[in-house]
Nanobody
């Protein structure tokens, strides 16, 4: 198993940027694909981005493509989500997720972090 802890959330003005981090422990992080999801108040949790264990495969939701960048540093057991040009619609709790398979982490992750709040003001 793997444990995931998100950090880096906060309050930012529209048009600003944040970088979220996902620190992993337990099983070797390098053996897992990882992804990011978010859940806004009153809405279902939705997929944001995913990256394979090697970093050679990346997939973004249409709503964030061109604004968000997912990356990982396996030597630090850490994944990242850089968010640029943030909009009020991006306000949500952001969750880190992991699974051994790249396809599965985009839909049915095996492990979840506790989430970090991102609030974008007008």
């Amino acid at each position: 198993q793997v444990q995931l802890v998100e950090s880096g959330g906060g309050l930012v003005q529209a048009g600003g940027s944040l970088r979220l981090s996902c620190a992993a422990s337990g099983r070797p992080f390098s053996s897992y694909a990882m992804g990011w999801f978010r859940q806004a108040p009153g809405k279902e949790r939705e997929f944001v981005a995913a990256i394979s264990w090697s970093g050679d495969s990346i997939y973004y939701a249409d709503s964030v493509k061109g604004r968000f960048t997912i990356s990982r540093d396996n030597t630090k057991n850490t994944g990242y989500l850089r968010m640029n040009s943030l909009e009020p619609e991006d306000t949500a709790v952001y969750y880190c997720a992991a699974h051994r398979g790249f396809a599965a982490v985009r839909s049915t992750p095996g492990y979840w972090g506790q989430g970090t709040q991102v609030t974008v003001s007008s």
